[in-house]
């Protein structure tokens, strides 16, 4: 009897399908993040600017978008020889957000987007690596 071991293939193939998995897990955080600035309900003051009523986000909600700022500021890098991605937003007023300031409360969208989409993320990992091995 020969039994045959092809690690190297199985290996490469892991690792495509991890990959696979981290490119589909970074879009749900990023439709996630954006769910909360746009879609999540805010309870936080309102106010008059260029004659457009918004509502602010109170201490603890996502942030309220105003003017698209930051939600136009997101990109998504990819790091496949690290099987990591990473949803960036550049806009100046997102640390601030989210992790408050002296002077203002946090009001955090992107840990709060990890931790919700967490089983959604383990599930597109594992599906990415399951479909490498058919």
Do not use: C
């Amino acid at each position: 009897m020969t039994v045959l071991w092809y690690g190297d293939e199985i290996l490469a193939r892991i690792r495509r399908g991890a990959n696979a998995g981290v490119g589909a897990a970074i879009g749900i955080v990023d439709d996630k993040a954006v769910s909360l600035i746009l879609d999540t309900a805010k309870s936080g003051r309102i106010y008059k600017r260029r004659g457009v009523t918004h509502q602010a986000s109170a201490p603890g909600e996502p942030p309220a978008s105003d003017t698209g700022t930051l939600v136009n500021s997101r990109r998504i890098e990819r790091y496949p020889d690290r099987y990591a991605a990473a949803l960036i937003f550049s806009a100046k007023h997102a640390l601030p957000l989210e992790l408050g300031t002296r002077d203002m409360d946090a009001r955090p969208f992107g840990a709060r987007s990890l931790v919700e989409t967490e089983a959604e993320i383990r599930a597109a990992i594992a599906e990415g690596i399951r479909i490498a091995m058919l």
